[in-house]
């Protein structure tokens, strides 16, 4: 039993319960994780099964079956300096069924081929067996954009400089040594240059292993909806996933350093794991990929006895909560009580913040799916719950095509029997 697990460690691109896992950790320990870019790299690495190469999951001690363990984000840094993304285009013949999970050689007539890297730019990508082109996708409109040493700015480089990086990929990108993913930066798009953004990371993939092998990527009901009648050995039923998948690739910018997610355990030791982190994402991610980093996270882990959830909970920093679900002042709790005065009320009810992580095949499924999982936490009906998604809340997209996160202002006491409020009184300070 270890105080504090270092992973160096990724996976494959597939979560699989039947692997060994890193740790144990101890309850209330610490895992201190070196995480590479996610999505652009893999994609352009057919040997990987996934596409966010994300960290080999951790045994956390006392996490049983029907838990929930509570993952405090307590640092989160970029460590790249230069990275590459853009809209895609998955290239024909080039997979089998889901260009996210199988790539395919045509010229050697093999899944997952063995590749390497021939010079920069389109076509770089190559069979290491045939020498053919056999990139699984084309970046259709991308760019390269460096950060600052502060890591708060990037500007998207012109043509000159995103080869230059180009030609030291790996060490722009910072790829971490356990990857074996073939750098995006290779590509060099410089379709954008001289564009300004502000990075706030967060993490893409946070959460617990589902209870089926299942590709990184799709361990949620929006990709994971690829695996229904799939051809290929990860096919899934929608039932089969809805049982199975963790919904930890959320894709939500509010997952970031002093937030907490309380994820599902579904295996025996909970297996957490972490990738795919984000330098900036606006609400959606509506290109499909955004600026993907490689970072150094750590996050303390604590179990949940019992809370027996479906999905996970986000209590997201104060600031990004939206207007109608932060706590009320003192102020307003004064005004209220005026009101309630005037109209001869007594014990209006005290509230506090939850989010509830929702994932289906377009979003309105998963508005649906987060507003479901919220009653069944909250025991209240679906109907209480979209009133206070209304009035003391809001929906926010996490990516299209189907992840999407409801907050609300939940009732006190229904926190407090979930076993929830101690957590969240704490986290926001509340009285």
């Not at 992580?357 to 209240?380: F, K």
């Amino acid at each position: 039993m270890k105080r504090t697990v270092f992973v160096n460690e990724l996976t494959d691109g597939l979560l699989d319960p039947n692997k060994p896992m890193l740790g144990p950790v101890e309850d209330g320990g610490y895992i201190v994780a070196n995480s590479a870019p996610g999505c652009w790299g893999p994609m352009l690495t057919p040997e990987l099964k996934g596409r966010n190469e994300v960290t080999k999951p951790v045994f956390v001690e006392n996490a049983e079956v029907g838990d929930a363990i509570v993952i405090y984000i307590k640092s989160l840094d970029v460590t790249s300096q230069v990275i590459t993304s853009g809209t895609d285009n998955a290239n024909e013949g080039m997979f089998v069924g889901d260009p996210y999970v199988v790539s395919y050689c045509p010229t050697c007539k093999i899944a997952y081929p063995e590749s390497k890297i021939v010079g920069i730019g389109k076509g770089s990508v190559r069979c290491k067996k045939c020498g053919n082109d056999i990139a699984t996708f084309t970046m259709t409109h991308g760019y390269s954009i460096a950060f600052n040493e502060e890591k708060d700015i990037g500007i998207t480089l012109n043509k000159e400089m995103s080869e230059l990086v180009a030609k030291d990929a790996k060490k722009y990108m910072a790829i971490p040594d356990a990857s074996i993913q073939n750098p995006a930066a290779i590509l060099a798009p410089s379709d954008l240059s001289g564009t300004i953004s502000r990075l706030r990371p967060f993490l893409g993939q946070l959460g617990t292993t589902p209870s089926a092998v299942i590709p990184d990527t799709h361990n949620s009901g929006d990709f994971g909806s690829f695996l229904y009648g799939a051809p290929h050995e990860f096919s899934m039923t929608e039932e089969e996933l809805k049982k199975h998948k963790t919904d930890a690739h959320m894709d939500n910018s509010r997952v970031r350093e002093g937030a907490i997610v309380i994820a599902p355990v579904k295996v025996k030791g909970g297996g957490v794991f972490l990738g795919d982190v984000h330098a900036m994402q606006g609400d959606g991610e509506i290109a499909g990929h955004t600026c993907d980093v490689a970072a150094i996270t750590t996050l303390r882990v604590k179990v949940l006895k019992g809370l027996n959830i479906d999905g996970p909970i986000l209590l997201p920093l104060e600031e990004d909560l939206p207007h109608l679900a932060k706590p009320f002042t003192e102020l307003e709790l004064r005004k209220a009580e005026r009101l309630a005065k005037y109209w001869n009320m007594t014990n209006l009810e005290k509230t506090a913040p939850i989010a509830f992580v929702g994932t289906g095949s377009n979003i309105n499924l998963a508005i649906d799916n987060a507003l479901e999982r919220g009653a069944t936490v909250l025991d209240i009906s679906l109907e209480e719950m979209k009133n206070r998604a209304t009035i003391a809340g809001s929906v926010e997209i996490g990516r299209a095509p189907g992840s999407a996160l409801v907050t609300i202002l939940a009732p006190v006491e229904k926190l407090k029997k979930a076993g929830l409020y101690e957590i969240i009184k704490d986290h926001y300070n509340l009285k």
